[in-house]
């Protein structure tokens, strides 16, 4: 068991680009979570798949945010026209229903837009 | 809706001495509370959560947590502290029933343990 593994784990792009990031759960897990976490604060949900369905989006995800699990393994979340605001930390995290449901977190994504 | 609320920005203790994090939460229904830690630039790590039973509960790196309902806290505690237990640290509350598990989380609790 490898944990969650996510990609790249830092990224700095120019205001108005598009960003990616991968996250890959723990093998197995059916729920996958994305947060968001900016300096000082606690993380932020903003969507969460169960197998390939995406369940619920939070408000903070704006349309110029997607995320998808297309075969309800590996997830990717996209920013397009990335603003200084989306500087973050980008969480994924999994869950295994059967097993309590507890959420194990990646190492997180940083994102800085210049 | 359901939160936590961490009162304390920051706390400090001395190596050796006993810790305590605090967290009150607000929830309709049954509370599902849970604690984790977060190194520096690293992802946030579980320590410990609460469903049902007993309302001491023990977790990883030694670490327990007390939950009263009367109080409706869930404080974080470990008898002994180490310099390695500085860190941030969050309390979250489950959001949601029937095997909905969103977690909200506190703003969270800097540690300092000094040598």
């Known amino acids: 068991d490898t944990g969650v593994s996510q990609d790249p784990r830092h990224k700095i792009t120019k205001r108005g680009q598009n960003v990616t990031f991968r996250c890959d759960p723990i093998?197995?897990?059916?729920?996958l979570y994305w947060y968001r976490q900016t300096l000082g604060q606690g993380p932020e949900f903003l969507t969460y798949?169960?197998?390939?369905?995406?369940?619920?989006k939070s408000r903070l995800l704006s349309d110029r945010f997607s995320a998808e699990r297309p075969k309800g393994s590996f997830s990717t979340l996209e920013i397009q026209r990335t603003e200084q605001g989306d500087s973050a930390m980008y969480l994924c995290?999994?869950?295994?229903?059967?097993?309590?449901?507890?959420?194990?977190f990646g190492e997180g994504s940083w994102l800085t837009v210049v | 809706a359901q939160s936590v609320a961490q009162p304390e920005d920051q706390v400090n203790v001395a190596e050796g001495n006993p810790l305590t994090v605090k967290c009150t939460y607000s929830v309709s229904g049954n509370p599902y509370l849970f604690w984790y830690v977060q190194y520096p630039n690293r992802g946030l790590q579980f320590l410990l959560k609460y469903i049902t039973g007993d309302n001491l509960v023990k977790g990883s790196y030694g670490f327990e947590a007390e939950f009263n309902k009367s109080q409706t806290s869930f404080h974080l505690k470990k008898p002994s502290a180490l310099v390695s237990d500085s860190a941030l640290y969050f309390c979250a509350v489950r959001d949601g029933g029937g095997g909905y598990n969103k977690l909200i989380f506190g703003a969270g609790t800097r540690l300092a343990v000094h040598p």
């Open positions: 093998s197995e897990h059916n729920r």
């Open positions: 798949f169960q197998n390939e369905a995406q369940l619920e």
């Open positions: 995290a999994s869950s295994l229903v059967q097993q309590g449901n507890t959420i194990y």
